[in-house]
């Protein structure tokens, strides 16, 4: 069994900030270490020491280390429960001629966002509402792909049939058909800066699989930020995998443990 040497991790996280802007500093000590292993496997190291020193000589593979540590695993309608139970919220009280707001925080390469945007869409067809999705990331590569909103052709079988009109279905790909675009923005922003936001406050914030990686104390800070951009009984939709703070108990009401749910007090 190989074991990694990790003495000098407090180094590597200030490289990558000196290199790329990225500040890794607020992370969990656990996940990060996991995706460090990973970098070391890649390149047949065994400790950080020498993974610095690598980096010192190629400095273009910062970026590729970037997109191991954020890791931007995703589908179509993802644990599709929570969607469920998203349009079921949606259309227990459905309000005419509204604008409704979305954010998906940490949307990687777009399906998240989309899947919102077809459940809207399908609503749509039968309601005078309206909708605008925000989708926000760090990582540059996978918003571009969000933005071209082409997909294998595979990714079909996440979209539930009655929604793949949607999508235009080619050879080998599928692609966001433009009317369903036109309601999704994207844009590179860091969840634990302040100063994101796309300059309005949301019905929805989906959050899912991101916060598994951050501290307890950037958690605080990006629940903090999501609190006062949420509009009064705005739900925060943090998915399976990811738990509210003991702090903000009080300051949500949960909807749906399993799927957690919340809707702001
Ligand atoms: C595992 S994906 C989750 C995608 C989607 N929310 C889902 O559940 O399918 C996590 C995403 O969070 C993004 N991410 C990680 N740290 C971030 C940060 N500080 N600000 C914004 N996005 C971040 C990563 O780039 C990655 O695309």
Redesign the pocket.
Known sequence: MIVYDYTGIEKLIERIKFNTGYDFSQYKEKPFKRRVRVILRKYKLTSVEELIKYLDRNKDDYKSLIKTI??????FF?NSEVFYQFNDILKSDLRKGYKYRIL??????G??PYSIAFLFEKLKEEHYIKYKVDA????RD?LNKAIKGEYPIEELNSIPEHLRKYVKINEKSITIKDSVKANVEFKL????ENNYNFGTTYDFI?????FI??SRNLQLKILNNFYSILNAEGYLIL?KVETLAQNFKDKFKMIDLRNRIYRKL
């Open positions: 954020t890791i931007n695993v995703t589908e993802r998906s925080a940490g949307c990687a390469t399906e998240e926000m990331d760090i990582d996978a922003e860091n969840l634990y989906f959050c899912r699989n991101v990686y951050f998915g």
